[in-house]
């Protein structure tokens, strides 16, 4: 499963929340065709990416959802509940632990660590939070295998190394900071501005396309 190229296991996650909000609107099976407009990808592609794993849909027929969203949990993972600490009991922290997605996918916040005496005792959700000097310690004798990271980036190493020092194995880190992690463990960093000029690139190639198809429409005329 690892010669999986990483473009492959990213669109599966994006098939799989369409192919939920379809069964949810009660809809049994769905083409290629429309599960590729649905996530923005072409459909020929959605077939290929298929193809690494099996053959899931009939020609002509097209996919069974229910069939196919328990193809790609299992591929994925998140047919099984999997434990997150959440380091981080601010603004951001709350959003995400109020997130109801993240128990439709098989996760579950089972611990939240700040290091404000303020919020230190308080409840988001249910969940008390934990002094993060007390991480090491929960996080191992949970079994909590993934971390996320939403403090401020100046700590983001320091709460990085908390995680590890727990056990956890995945980390996704909310911060722009840069963190170092040993081998064997799986950083994912999802900083916002990073995404965004990401997008700008594809942003100004759009913007130079119709720039030239509007000096081509005025030399023709």
Same mark, same amino acid.
């Given at each position: 499963?690892?010669? #999986? ?5 990213? !669109? ?19 083409? /290629?065709? @429309?599960?590729?407009?649905? /996530? ?7 077939? !290929? ?22 193809? #790609?949990? @299992? ?9 997150? +600490? ?24 089972? +611990? ?5 005496? %303020?919020? #230190?005792?308080?409840?988001? &959700? ?15 004798? +949970? ?29 996704? =880190? ?5 963190? =170092?992690?040993?081998?064997?463990? %799986? ?18 190639? =759009?913007?130079?396309?119709? +720039?030239? &198809?509007? @000096?081509? /429409?005025?030399?023709?005329?």
């Amino acid at each position: 499963m690892n010669d #999986i190229p990483e473009g492959v296991i990213e !669109r599966l996650s994006t098939y799989l929340n369409c192919l939920i909000k379809f069964q949810q609107s009660n809809i049994e099976t769905i083409s /290629s065709e @429309r599960l590729g407009l649905s /996530s923005g990808v072409n459909p020929a592609e959605v077939r !290929r990416d298929f193809t690494y794993f099996g053959t899931f849909g009939k020609k002509g027929v097209g996919y069974d959802v229910e069939t196919l969203i328990q193809h #790609i949990q @299992r591929i994925l993972g998140s047919d099984e509940p999997h434990k997150i +600490a959440l380091v981080g009991a601010g603004n951001l922290g709350s959003a995400i632990a109020s997130y109801e997605g993240l128990l439709q996918h098989g996760f579950h916040i089972a +611990a939240i660590f700040d290091s404000d005496p %303020q919020k #230190i005792g308080k409840t988001i &959700r249910h969940l008390e939070v934990f002094s993060i000097a007390d991480l090491p310690h929960i996080t191992r004798n +949970a079994g909590i295998e993934i971390g996320i990271i939403a403090v401020p980036p100046f700590a983001a190493q320091e709460v990085a190394d908390m995680l590890i020092d727990g056990g956890v194995s995945v980390i996704l =880190n909310y911060t722009p900071a840069l963190i =170092n992690v040993p081998a064997g463990v %799986q950083l994912h960093n999802t900083d916002p501005v990073q995404q965004l000029l990401h997008t700008l690139y594809y942003l100004s190639a =759009n913007d130079k396309k119709l +720039a030239g &198809r509007k @000096r081509s /429409s005025i030399a023709s005329d």
